[in-house]
C-alpha cells in the first residue's frame, strides 16, 4: 500500500512562512491526485488543497492566495507552500490521495503562534 512520509512542519509566527513536503511509496504517483489535509486540536480533517496528476490545483477558500501545492513526479513529492500564516492554520498536516485512502502517516505539525 502507499506510504506517506510528511515533513517540513515548526513553529513560526504569524505572517511567517512554511514549506511542506510529502514523499509517497510507489510507483503510480504520476497517476494520483494528491491532497494536503489539516487537523487542529478537536477538529475534523479537512482538504486544503488538491493537485491532479497534470497539475491542476484546487484550494479551500480559508487558503487561497496563501497557500500553493506543487509536486515532482520525479520524486514522488508534493509540496504545500504556506505563505501569510495565520494562527488558524495550526494543525497536523497530512498528504494522501484524493479522495483519501484510509491509512495515512504521522504527519507534520504546524503551529503558528506569536
Known amino acids: ?21 510529502c514523499t509517497a511509496s510507489g510507483s503510480d504517483f504520476k497517476f494520483y491526485v494528491m491532497g494536503w489535509y489539516r487537523q487542529a486540536p478537536g477538529a475534523q ?7 491532479t496528476n497534470l497539475g ?10 496563501r ?4 509536486r515532482d513526479n520525479a520524486q ?3 509540496y504545500l507552500q504556506m505563505n ?3 494562527p488558524e492554520d495550526t494543525a497536523v498536516y497530512h498528504c494522501n ?18
Open 1 to 21: 500500500q502507499v506510504q506517506f512520509v510528511e515533513s517540513g512542519g515548526d513553529l513560526v509566527q504569524p505572517g511567517g512562512s512554511l514549506r511542506l513536503s
Open 45 to 51: 480533517r479537512e482538504l486544503v488543497a488538491r493537485i
Open 56 to 65: 491542476t490545483t484546487l484550494y479551500v477558500d480559508s487558503v487561497k492566495g
Open 67 to 70: 497557500f500553493t501545492i506543487s
Open 76 to 78: 514522488n513529492t508534493v
Open 84 to 86: 501569510s500564516l495565520k
Open 97 to 114: 490521495l484524493f479522495p483519501a485512502l484510509s491509512h495515512w502517516g504521522q504527519g507534520t505539525q504546524v503551529t503558528v503562534s506569536p
